[in-house]
């Protein structure tokens, strides 16, 4: 790399704080190249993020067969998602190509993926299991979102610490049903289906989170630097229910012949990790709130 590109990478990315080691070291890099082609080529943030939801429901075809070889196949594919999803953020930092509809499309690229392997390992296990596995598909997947969303929620809320609202993504529910509500169907249509998901998403991690948002309400600002710091050592984990440590999972379940694994650690690692970010989080936004209360002299 040159000094300019050097610094155009730096630029391309999120934040020290939220990256993780593998993105650095494989994820990040890939997708900058990616992101500059795209850039020379006048590819969007969109077009590339549609290609890694299509190249990530491939992943899920290939997960159907019971062939080791085939399977090998859709780990590749998945990994060329994750190129594509870390490249399409890369390439709207650099060429300030924002818009709402690509964060949520951004966001639900790995629904689409994971919707797409969830389905193929089902139906793989139908003839063993019968619909039991249908039932474990949907509980798992269930558990999975709600994972993912909190991990984002935490992570877009510590990035909203470290560098304010221009630096995060982190929006508020009203907001987000307000648009929703103003947006109509027959003028764009896209955007009010986005916006419809969107908004439930938006307000579920609102409704997990009541003394994060009681705080945000009551004016806690002067918190921030100090939450950043309490919140770092949650950022792992939360990088943990991301993508990454699913991948490997996953990796390791289809090699091993089989695919159940991998929901066993969703509904048990997993689900754990989830509700200890949660608890921890939650305990570090009361104790500002009894600081905040104690300043104000209630």
């Known amino acids: 790399m040159t000094e300019a590109d050097k610094i155009q990478y730096r630029a391309s990315l999120k934040h020290p704080d939220v990256e993780e080691p593998i993105d650095l070291w494989f994820y990040r890099p890939v997708g900058f190249r990616v992101a500059l082609l795209g850039r020379r080529l006048g590819w969007t943030p969109n077009q590339i993020t549609i290609a890694s939801i ?80 249908w039932i474990l598909a949907i509980v798992t997947g269930a558990c999975h979102a709600q994972q993912a969303a909190m991990a984002d929620y935490y992570r877009q809320f510590h990035l909203f610490c470290v560098k304010g609202e221009q630096g995060s993504e982190l929006d508020d529910a009203k907001d987000v049903a307000r648009q929703y509500s103003e947006t109509k169907f027959s003028e764009n249509p896209v955007l009010k289906v986005f916006l419809w998901f969107y908004r439930n998403y938006t307000a579920g991690q609102e409704r997990i989170t009541p003394q994060l948002q009681k705080l945000r309400k009551e004016g806690g600002e002067r918190f921030w630097q100090q939450l950043r710091e309490q919140s770092l050592p949650l950022m792992p984990i939360a990088n943990a229910l991301t993508f990454n440590c699913r991948a490997i999972t996953l990796f390791i379940a289809l090699m091993l012949g089989m695919p159940w694994l ?9 689900n754990v990790l989830c509700l200890y970010m949660v608890y921890r989080h939650e305990s570090m936004c009361r104790k500002a709130l009894l600081r905040l209360e104690g300043l104000h002299g209630r």
């Not at 399409?88 to 964060?103: F, K, M």
């Not at 966001?107 to 390992?121: N, V």
């Not at 929901?263 to 997993?270: P, Q």
């Open 54 to 133: 299509v190249l990530g429901i491939g992943c899920g075809i290939l997960c159907y067969p019971q062939d080791l070889w085939l399977n090998l196949l859709a780990i590749v594919l998945l990994i060329l998602a994750d190129i594509g999803d870390s490249a399409d953020g890369q390439l709207a930092r650099l060429t300030h190509q924002y818009s709402q509809l690509g964060r949520i499309l951004d966001g639900a690229a790995g629904d689409f993926w994971f919707a797409a392997i969830y389905i193929a390992i089902a139906l793989r296990l139908t003839p063993e299991w019968g619909i039991w596995c």
């Open 262 to 270: 991998y929901w066993v650690v969703e509904l048990t690692l997993f």
